[in-house]
Nanobody, 126 residues
């Protein structure tokens, strides 16, 4: 089975940056579409960024476009989320997710993902 381990969260001031990582184990990461989602306090799950299995196609929510970058290194079974120019509204728990069969038009839909990591906390505050 597939296991996902997310890391890299922390406390940062507005305008700062963090780099999240998600390590895939159990199966080769190259077989999976990967996504990052977040949940702010008291709110539902929100799509952040997604990347296809080969890494050549990415998708970002409008709220993070131009500030966040998703990438992957299939040789290391790792997906990264580089988060720059962080804002207080970026605060939340960030989850990585994986699935084999997602088409690009469904990459933002959390119900389409079969595998989820445990989440890493991001707090943006002055």
């Amino acid at each position: 089975d597939v296991q996902l381990q997310a890391s890299g969260g922390g406390f940062v001031q507005p305008g700062g940056f963090l780099r999240l990582s998600c390590v895939v184990s159990g199966r080769p990461a190259r077989n999976y579409v990967m996504g990052w989602f977040r949940q702010a306090p008291g709110k539902g799950l929100e799509f952040v960024s997604g990347i296809n299995s080969g890494g050549g196609r990415t998708n970002h929510a409008d709220s993070v476009k131009g500030r966040f970058t998703i990438s992957r290194d299939n040789a290391k079974n790792t997906v990264h989320l580089q988060m720059d120019s962080l804002k207080p509204e970026d605060t939340g728990v960030y989850f990585c997710a994986a699935d084999q069969g997602i088409i690009q038009s469904s990459i933002r839909v959390p119900d389409m993902y079969d595998y989820w990591g445990q989440g890493t906390h991001v707090t943006v505050s002055s």
